[in-house]
């Protein structure tokens, strides 16, 4: 083992991940922030905006997945220096990823309410529920920008200007959240409109903070006036089976929340309560390192060196399992007193820190499929992806839950289902990077492009 390369190469996954992985860490604190704010107000706040965000998910689902496009290129014409190519495919992300974001915008208006009101909501709950969805999805076009422009930056390299813009859109969310919701610091008390709106403002300054790095001399890449079909066809082929993955994962949610409230609302507030530590604790660097594995095989593709693209991912992978895999530890040995700052009632307690550890059991298998699924995708590779998340969360995650649980497992097989579903996908994962030729895919790409742009 060539132990200076290794560590060289862990030196530079941590220089582009911390980033990724602190704006993490504020975006969950952010979205923890809306919650305790709603509920000062009343349980049918909380559920509201709960329910609201089952939807929200789409437009963000869709975003990352233009977003997993635009980094794919960026990162493969970054390494072959190929500035128009790369230009040209940021632009083209951006306009797709706002023209994508108008029908939300639409739907919002049109149907908030009703949406709402279709899963079951009481009137004052579906009410408000409506009122904070359309104030979301007005912005559905910024968020789109937000998450294509930020990939695409990382893509060239650039992990800390996200973070920068992020920090502080979050942290104007968070303000925001506590004074438009609350009436704080002058502002109007708009209750749970109000917490929309910061939102809906910090999507809105993100865009344009990110829009203007692009116009501007700060970032790597520049804009242009989108005019090339090569590169379009390119983007919608690398992002759509990325924006499935999401799409199908999210649908996969709304029966198995219905599996869980059948084995009783304790169950279920378990399993957000064991979920969100997850998304605490071991998510963020998980994050980090999936964009990293991206950046680094892109851009090592773009240098015509698939050995070293092949080199960096498995470096990524081991560092991966040694840093979550003891964070998954912690979060094992630290379940119960974690969900303790949650909830106070013993049968939650005992369900969420159960929870807690199957994801901090299965923490491994986790980082081992997201950096392998950020690999492929820095190959332009995402059907593989696609395949393994979505055959793992209908056959484990809902499918083998729900069989066990009617076989009277209890919650005990949806645990079994749950760890199953990471296990599965790690190894398709596994599978896919090793055995498919998607060095020779991304190439095959990359002289489309360069043909198209000569």
């Known amino acids: 083992m060539d132990r200076p390369r290794l560590l060289a190469m862990w030196k530079r996954t941590f220089s582009l991940s911390w980033p990724v992985s602190a704006e993490h860490v504020l975006r969950t604190l952010m979205r923890t922030t809306d919650v305790l704010v709603t509920g000062s107000f009343s349980p049918a706040a909380v559920a509201a905006i709960g329910l609201a965000d089952l939807y929200a998910r789409f437009p963000l689902q869709i975003g990352l997945g233009l977003g997993s496009g635009a980094i794919a290129l960026s990162s493969q014409d970054t390494g072959r220096e190929a500035e128009a190519s790369r230009d040209e495919a940021v632009s083209q992300a951006l306009l797709i990823g706002v023209l994508a974001g108008v029908p939300f915008v639409l739907f919002g208006f049109l149907f908030g309410e009703a949406a709402i009101s279709m899963l ?73 409109l109000g917490v929309g709106l910061a939102t809906a403002v910090s999507n809105a300054f993100t865009a344009v903070a990110l829009t203007a790095a692009f116009a501007g001399p700060w970032a790597a890449a520049g804009l242009v006036r989108p005019s090339n079909p090569v590169v379009a066809r390119q983007l919608v082929r690398v992002s759509a089976p990325r924006v499935g993955e999401g799409l199908a994962t999210n649908l ?51 240098e015509e060196n698939p050995e070293e693209a092949t080199y960096r991912a498995w470096a990524v992978v081991a560092l991966g399992v040694l840093s979550v895999g003891a964070l998954g530890v912690a979060l094992y040995t630290a379940a119960p007193v974690l969900a303790g700052f949650f909830t106070d009632d013993a049968l939650t307690l005992r369900y ?101 742009t000569a």
């Open 120 to 192: 079951g909501a009481p009137d004052d709950v579906a009410r408000m529920g409506g009122q904070y969805l359309a104030v979301i999805f007005a912005t559905a076009p910024a968020r789109h920008v937000a998450l294509v422009g930020a990939r695409a930056l990382q893509g060239t390299g650039d992990t800390k200007t996200p973070m920068y813009v992020n920090v502080v859109s979050n942290t104007l969310n968070i303000a925001g959240s506590f004074g438009f919701g609350l009436g704080l610091f002058g502002l109007p008390r708009l209750g749970i």
């Open 252 to 302: 996969v949610y709304f029966p198995f929340n219905t599996l869980l409230l059948g084995l009783g609302t304790e169950v279920n507030a378990a399993f957000q309560i064991g979920r969100r530590l997850y998304q605490q604790v071991t998510a963020p660097l998980t994050r980090g390192y999936n964009v990293a594995a991206s950046v680094l095989v892109g851009q090592s593709l773009g």
């Open 352 to 452: 969420a820190a159960d929870f807690a550890r199957v994801y901090g059991v299965t923490a491994v298998a986790t980082v081992t499929f997201i950096v392998l699924s950020g690999a492929l995708q820095g190959a332009s590779e995402t059907r593989v992806p696609f395949v393994a998340r979505v055959s793992g969360t209908l056959i484990f995650l809902l499918g083998l839950s729900a069989l066990l649980v009617e076989l009277n497992w209890g919650v005990f097989g949806v645990y079994v289902g749950i760890g199953l579903s990471w296990v599965w996908m790690a190894i398709l994962g596994i599978l896919g990077f090793r055995y498919l030729d998607w060095a020779e895919r991304a190439a095959e790409m990359m002289a489309e492009r360069k043909e198209s």
